[in-house]
């Protein structure tokens, strides 16, 4: 009997601590990728930003939170060429658009997250951007190693409004208030 009173005690405390304990998966992040796209009036432009940090928590195989820093001060356009890109790349890193030199990076942190699937989790996170927080709801499928996120953020939520449909007018080249992040991991 004092046997099987201590087996049972030694279960619940080592399955506490399994539960207590997730398992954190550090992100690659010269080996991930952050793409860009962002939509006006008549196109779009697409571009990069590094990813600094990160990591994903599981419990098992189950994902259960993450968290991630990304470097403003890299986000770059990848669809023009010469003076024309140097041209967007600055006013993407100035004030009219993210403040790279005074918000150098950008934050996301899992809130929630929930199944949605084998491999699919509806996740809701907190997005930090230029100093403003404001809640966020995507899409990611994980895969042993690798990792892919879709999300639309809306930037008009963190003080990025240049030309926004909220204050623009008609004479303007409206830019869009929402833009999509493809977010490939490597862990």
Known sequence: MKKTILSLALIVLFGAAAVANPIVKEVKATESTVTWKAYKVGGSHTGTTNLTAGALEFDGEKLTGGNFVVDMTTISSTDLEGNSKNKLDGHLKSDDFFSSATHSTATLVFTNVKSSGKNSYEVTGDLTIKGNTAPVTFDVSVYGDKATATLKVDRTNYDVQYRSG???????????????LVVDLQM
Do not use: P, R, V
């Open 166 to 180: 909220i204050i623009g007018t008609a004479k303007d080249k409206l830019i869009y208030d929402e833009f999509d």
